[in-house]
């Protein structure tokens, strides 16, 4: 049973367009929710995150909405850039028993970003 | 500041063998946590290290156990491996308690013949 779903496998867009990537959860108690980029041969590197308790986080081009009642998650990059073509991972932090913290991943998207 | 290192980057064992992969956390953390990814996967989490104790585990049988040292490296020891246990091991370091993100290392590549 995956918990945290990225539906589409891959996305690709022009160079100064917007980037959409999108990511669904079925477990209401994760309270924390995370993208991270992902280049071959290296490992995840953080990018943004958001509370449960907000709607919307912003960093620079990066701004990720969160849509509790669906239990939807979205990263907006705008405006995108070649450099941002990678593998992008959708993930969320629950508590496990005895205070662990755990992050739960989807399969990841491929963004390409066209010159 | 150094980040969280890992070793060996690949790693080639035959099934039934036993290993051995390592990982430097990120100075000031004191939290290790292990991941496996599976090719076209996700990271799976496999388990978390806190104060030298196994501090939760993820869906993993027991051949795949772990150590954390008292400067906090950590080790993820794996026995008689089966042919699925071939992916990518990810080490990741943070702080306990903090609400922060954690730091990947690069991983070891583990192939499984």
């Known amino acids: 049973d995956q918990q945290v779903k990225q539906n589409s496998p891959s996305l690709s867009v022009q160079e100064g367009r917007i980037s959409i990537l999108n990511c669904d959860y079925t477990n209401s108690m994760f309270d924390y929710f995370l993208w991270y980029k992902k280049y071959p041969a290296e490992g995840p590197t953080f990018l943004i995150s958001i509370s449960s308790i907000k709607d919307k986080n912003e960093d620079g081009r990066f701004t990720v909405f969160l849509n509790k009642s669906a239990k939807h998650l979205s990263l907006h990059i705008v405006p995108s850039q070649p450099g941002d073509s990678a593998v992008y991972f959708c993930a969320a932090r629950r508590f496990s028993q005895g205070g662990s913290e755990k992050l739960v991943f989807g399969k990841g998207m491929k963004l390409t970003v066209n010159p | 500041e150094t980040g969280v290192t890992q070793s060996p980057t690949h790693l080639i064992k035959t099934r039934g063998q036993q290993v051995t992969l390592r990982c430097s956390s990120q100075?000031?953390?004191?939290?290790v946590s292990w991941y496996q990814q599976a090719l076209g996967q996700g990271p799976q989490f496999i388990f978390q290290y806190y104060r030298e104790e196994e501090n939760g585990r993820g869906n993993f049988p027991p051949r795949f156990s772990g150590l954390q040292f008292p400067n906090y490296s950590s080790e993820l020891n794996v026995n008689a491996l089966e042919l699925d246990d071939s992916a990518l091991y990810l080490c990741a370091s943070s702080r306990q308690g903090r609400n922060e993100k954690l730091f990947f290392g690069s991983g070891t590549q583990l192939s499984v013949l």
């Open positions: 100075s000031g953390h004191n939290t």
